[in-house]
């Protein structure tokens, strides 16, 4: 059986200390629940390898859980069987992964699990091992099962990394150039604004309409003329925020309706707008303050839409590989 060779070796360390198993990770759950009744059945054969129904449950409980506590009905059905299916899928690519290394013939020196699990006892249990082995007999794993997870999700991530050399990727300048013209607003900080607001209602139905028309300008005119818009919001406004003198904070776009919004985030600040006659109510607006809305430049921008756009290809590259494995592999799901 032929040793690792040197490439396989440094993405092997690349990702050594990434992520933790499935397995290890329930092993940090905070209490042992009880482990409901389930019969096991075949979940799908991969030239050869069994996948376990409760392997596919094992990997999707957490996201079920959280389906649980959004969905009742038809609907939750719909998304358990879609997380099911998507751990399923994830199965049977590890599965063929670690099939791909075997053929392979590579091999894992048993230090690298060993040094992997004595890092999480002493990051996650304070270096007890005793404790670290109670919590895995708690969620109804050995110590060798555990150690076989890790083992697997090692060589998963070491196959992927051998598979893909980030090192050689280039980006072409125009592809960068077109990313960031189609997707400046992911370079664009949010805007928000400062606002106070005073709101008189029109009553344009009523025998009142022109008096509240002149109301308003009247509280226009007492604030063109110097008074404190705090103080004139606490003695007109009928909007929810007079008792904070018309303080609506800090708010983004799309909390205000649409014609207010364009108005007030058009406003330089400490500027007071005219009336905007909106809903059957008055409106008189103030922007106190600004932040955000600043869009970096490209050269700004360059260095993290290279390292996306690299990411794709990596993932693109994975996926080819993987769909050939797939092309090759005898897989029947049940």
């Given amino acids: 059986m032929k040793r690792i060779n040197r490439l396989f070796a440094v993405a092997l360390l690349a990702v050594y200390g990434l992520a933790l198993s499935p397995l290890c990770c329930a092993a940090f759950a905070a209490e ?17 390898d069994i996948i376990t129904l409760s392997q596919v449950r094992e990997l999707s409980a ?18 358990l069987k879609a997380t099911r299916e998507l751990a399923l899928k994830d199965l049977i690519d590890r599965r063929l992964v670690i099939q791909a290394f075997k053929k392979e013939k590579y091999e894992i020196p048993d230090h690298f699990v060993e040094e992997r699990m004595h890092e999480i ?5 304070g270096g007890d091992r005793n404790t670290f082995i109670k919590t895995l007999e708690a969620q109804e794993y050995t110590l060798g099962e555990f150690k076989q ?7 998963v991530q070491a196959m992927r990394g051998k598979n893909v050399k980030k090192e050689n990727m280039v980006v072409p300048p125009p592809k960068i150039e ?8 992911e370079f664009t900080s949010k805007e928000r604004i400062k606002l106070r607001l005073i709101m008189v209602p029109s009553r344009a139905d009523t025998a009142n309409a022109a008096a509240q028309r002149a109301l308003a300008e009247e509280v226009l005119g007492q604030l063109a003329g110097g008074a404190d818009f705090a103080q004139v919001a606490q003695t007109y406004s009928a ?29 330089p600040v400490g500027r007071i707008s005219n009336i905007i006659e909106y809903g059957g109510n008055y409106y008189i607006l103030k922007v106190e303050a600004k932040e ?34 797939r092309a090759k592999a005898y897989i029947r799901t049940f």
């Avoid at 925020?241 to 058009?266: H, M, V």
């Fill in 32 to 48: 042992p629940q009880a482990t409901p009744q389930i019969v096991d059945g075949i979940a799908a054969v991969v030239n050869g």
């Fill in 62 to 79: 957490p996201r079920e859980k959280v389906l649980r506590s959004q969905y009742t009905g038809a609907e939750l059905e719909k998304q």
């Fill in 121 to 125: 006892i002493r990051e996650n249990f």
């Fill in 149 to 155: 997870k890790e083992m697997e999700s090692i060589i």
């Fill in 178 to 185: 077109e990313y960031y013209k189609q997707h400046r607003n």
């Fill in 239 to 267: 909007d929810s925020s007079r008792d904070l003198g018309g303080d609506w904070g800090w708010i983004e776009r799309k909390t205000l309706a649409a014609p207010l919004e364009k108005i007030a985030f058009n406003m």
């Fill in 292 to 325: 955000g809305g600043v869009t970096r430049s490209l050269a700004e921008a360059r260095p993290d839409i290279e390292k996306k756009l690299i990411q794709e290809q990596a993932h693109d590259i994975q996926e080819r590989w993987l769909a050939g494995l």
